[in-house]
């Protein structure tokens, strides 16, 4: 069994709370000997089945946590949308709530997203977009105060947006970026640019493989195993020589397609070694 701790890496490694098929303490348990951080993946259906902790649950991850050197990142619900202003959209309670209902855990980071489905083929100066960036500004640094620190609110890039969609109310609430290197896949792109503008606000980097077939109907999330090898090197790569101080979550589901990506991530280190592409630690 690896256990990234003895990778002597500079970034944290996490994985997801669906690595094998159990609830949030069971997913804890299995991979607190393996890696360094767990991403709540929570969800809350209307009238339907939910997986939200309840207090006794979050002060048993925490307990958990703290023994074996195991911190937690946590997913929002909802995309954020609306103003910050009573009476708050639903997104906004919804993640206030949830913010409060795991505050015990003391995230690395909570990861959002912005709902900006209308406007997202707008133009920058249009007055459409520049009216929603400054509702997401006001609504962010809202979510940051209740968060208690900017830093500890990671907003992420989505596929089938622009690439630097979110940076811009980012920057201006003094928040923290989450870049799902997989949605820059799936969208073509290449994403060491992407990280390099984030650089100054990067927080937490998404890592999964995506399946080269477009009549696959999920393609990304998948075993880090199906990106080839160079792409899946560039990134540890530029992560390891600007010395990534934050988190890196292997963002898939299931214990084959864990296993399987922590492989992966550890060969690519490797190769990165042994090219010299990195000094000795």
Not at 13 to 41: C, K
């Amino acid at each position: 069994m690896m256990d990234v701790r003895s990778w002597q890496l500079p970034f944290r490694v996490g994985a997801t709370s669906y690595s094998i098929e159990d609830d949030l303490l069971g997913n804890a348990r299995f991979l607190a000997g393996q890696v360094q951080d767990m991403q709540l993946v929570l969800f809350d259906l209307p009238g339907g089945p939910g997986n939200l902790p309840d207090a006794a649950t979050v002060a048993a991850l925490a307990a958990l946590g703290a023994r074996h050197g195991l911190s937690y990142t946590v997913h929002l619900l909802d995309d954020l949308a609306g103003t910050p202003h009573a009476p708050l959209s639903p997104s906004l309670q919804s993640a206030r709530s949830l913010i409060e209902q795991t505050r015990p855990l003391a995230p690395w980071a909570w990861v959002g997203h912005l709902d900006g489905q209308t406007i997202r083929q707008q133009e920058a100066d249009d007055p459409k977009q520049q009216h929603w960036q400054r509702q997401m500004v006001d609504a962010v640094v809202q979510v940051c105060r209740w968060a208690g620190d900017g830093k500890r609110l990671a907003i992420e890039n989505l596929e089938g947006y622009p690439v630097e969609f979110v940076a811009p109310v980012v920057a201006q609430a003094a928040a923290a970026r989450c870049v799902d290197v997989g949605h820059l896949w799936l969208d073509g792109h290449d994403p060491l640019p992407a990280l390099q503008a984030a650089w100054p606000w990067l927080r937490v980097v998404h890592l999964h493989g995506v399946v080269d077939d477009p009549t696959e109907p999920h393609r990304d999330h998948r075993s880090l195993a199906h990106t080839p090898s160079p792409q899946v090197d560039r990134v540890v790569q530029f992560l390891l020589a600007q010395n990534y101080r934050g988190l890196l979550t292997l963002e898939v589901f299931g214990e084959n397609d864990f296993r399987s990506s922590l492989h992966a991530l550890h060969a690519s280190l490797d190769r990165c070694r042994k090219e010299k592409r990195w000094g000795d630690r």
